[in-house]
């Protein structure tokens, strides 16, 4: 599948094949894990101010390639904030200051002569509030990302369309008023929008902020289906509060808290048998 | 207490029936079809209208709009989207006192700075104090829209990848459209009716204008010398227009309610 941004944006680079080689440097204690696959993103001595506000301190995880890493911590831990610097959201707020090196596949995303634009292509983004266009249709929600990035062919938006809603397993919901307005859908309906808005762009990354926290137990059950089926082709990042939801879906889990990563590895490991002791008592609900 | 504010409420509706009822029964016996076509007969002749001058509200709206529109919403845009720095606070404070200067003072400036150097009153001047007059007013209305759309749609735009400025047209300016075409209608309604600004701009004219350079006749200025002539004829004329001219605000302001309420309405 050719993707047509690259012929828009000469600057954006190809995403090198899937490595499967060691080097990632997820801590792996002596419970039984997977080889951890390549880092999709890595992270070193990131931390994150707000004017004189550190939000975050010197965070360093390797985030893995095709998985799904849950960030979990009390509210104000940090994560969003990481989560948000993992795509340059904070360029946005002039009071933000980023320290320390994000890679992506290898190249430091805020080097300096990177578009925080062709970042966030590769690296997309949905919301804890579902917020699909209100002037747009179903499809043209989808088609945004790309009509506004140059895209002009037919037939390739009218492709794209299909396969990201498909993907966002909502074709068959919509399929029949793609031209009625974004916010006549449902609450679930608009969040899985705005996951085939993200994914229409062709991302490498996904990162999702709480998207599920205001959705109901079966739409939020259809975001967690959808969640694992991404996973096959996207590295995915979730931020959130409901720790069954880490547990179901994530093979990955950082917890954070007051602005820094405690501990980080597999998923099981973290439920079950964390190194610290602040982790056993967040996962099993004494504080936070 | 409650009757005591209700009365003081209700004391806004008052006038307005007044000013209405007056207008209505003084004003509707010389409108006639002949009243928005012909030009005013010279003194003395009975008949004729104010064609022309309708005809240079019009032309005077259209210029205060080419020069007041773009460059209020854009100001606009500025203040809302880019402006976090000092000089916002500056701009504002500015746009702010620029909306509580007297309206003849604008004319006394724009005469100092167009009429003279063209040496003559013109269509031209008259659109410029105007769409000076409207400046201000739609770059707070146009700041005040933009700033109720939530910060979730520019967010999701900037994570597509979309530029900021496409973001900020596309989708910022495209959600508050509503609320900046409301402001830009309030401005031309409020304009419609400025007198004291055109009076040493346009000018006025007996005739139809046929060039920008040359003066031009509006509602507001035929009302005004009609209303001090010592004639009848043009008394009841003067009615008239000030029936036109009401007419034509209240139009403007229905539109703009009926925009706002559509708006509310589809709010998610």
Not at chain 2, 209 to 220: E, F, G
Request: aromatic share 8%; proline share 7%; net charge positive.
């Amino acid at each position: 599948m050719q993707n047509n941004l690259d012929e828009t944006n000469p600057k954006l680079p190809a995403r090198p094949p899937p490595k499967r080689a060691p080097g990632a440097q997820v801590a792996i204690a002596a419970a039984p894990a997977p080889a951890p696959p390549a880092a999709a993103l890595a992270i070193r001595d990131l931390s994150v101010s707000f004017g004189a506000n550190r939000a975050l301190t010197q965070v360093s995880l390797d985030i893995p390639d095709r998985a799904v890493t849950a960030i979990i911590g009390p509210s104000g831990c940090g994560k969003s904030t990481f989560l948000r610097a993992l795509n340059r959201m904070h360029d946005l707020v002039p009071s933000a200051r980023v320290e320390g090196q994000v890679r992506l596949f290898g190249s430091d995303i805020y080097g300096p002569d990177v578009e925080p634009a062709v970042i966030r292509r590769r690296v997309g983004m949905v919301f804890q509030k579902a917020n699909p266009f209100p002037t747009m249709s179903v499809a043209d929600n989808v088609t945004a990302g790309l009509r506004l990035n140059g895209v002009r062919d037919r037939a390739v938006l009218a492709e794209r369309l299909r396969q990201s809603l498909v993907m966002a397993i909502l074709w068959d919901e919509v399929k029949d008023r793609l031209d009625a307005p974004a916010v006549s859908l449902s609450g679930g309906q608009q969040q899985r929008l705005c996951i085939a808005r993200a994914l229409a762009v062709q991302p490498e990354v996904l990162l999702m902020d709480e998207p599920a926290s205001a959705l109901d137990p079966s739409a939020t059950a259809r975001i967690e289906d959808l969640i694992l089926e991404l996973k096959e082709s996207f590295t995915l990042v979730i931020v959130t509060h409901n720790m069954q939801q880490a547990a179901r879906v994530s093979d990955y889990t950082a917890f954070f808290n007051m602005g820094q990563l405690v501990e980080y590895g597999p998923t099981l490991k973290i439920f079950t048998n964390p190194a610290k002791q602040q982790t056993e008592d967040y996962v099993t609900g004494r504080f936070g | 207490m409650q009757a005591l504010t209700c009365a003081c409420a209700l004391l806004v509706v008052v006038p307005l029936a007044l000013v209405f009822y007056h207008v209505l029964k003084s004003g509707i016996g010389a409108l006639n079809w002949a009243f928005f076509t012909q030009l005013p007969k010279p003194v003395g002749e009975r008949g004729g209208g104010m064609g022309n001058a309708i005809v240079g509200t019009f032309e005077l709206l259209g210029l205060a709009a080419l020069l007041g529109v773009p460059v209020g919403v854009c100001g606009g845009i500025f203040l809302s989207e880019y402006g976090h720095t000092r000089l916002n606070w500056w701009i504002r404070f500015a746009a702010d006192v620029l909306n509580g200067v007297p309206s003849i003072i604008w004319g006394m400036v724009v005469c100092a700075l167009v009429v003279v150097p063209m040496r003559g009153f013109s269509a031209w001047a008259g659109g410029i104090v105007l769409g000076f007059i409207m400046i201000p007013l739609i770059m707070r209305t146009t700041e005040e829209a933009l700033r109720v759309v939530p910060k979730g749609y520019r967010e999701a735009a900037l994570a597509l990848g979309i530029p900021l400025w496409r973001a900020i047209l596309h989708i910022v300016v495209r959600t508050a459209l509503r609320g900046i075409v409301t402001g830009i209608l309030l401005a031309l309604a409020r304009v419609a009716g400025e007198t004291a600004p055109l009076l040493f701009t346009a000018s006025g004219n007996r005739y139809w204008n046929h060039h920008l350079s040359d003066p031009i006749a509006a509602v507001p200025l035929q009302i005004f010398n009609y209303a001090i002539s010592p004639y009848e004829d043009w008394h009841r004329q003067a009615w008239a227009g000030a029936l036109v001219l009401l007419v034509m605000v209240a139009i403007i302001n229905i539109a703009v309610r009926a925009l706002t309420r559509e708006r509310l309405g589809k709010v998610p």
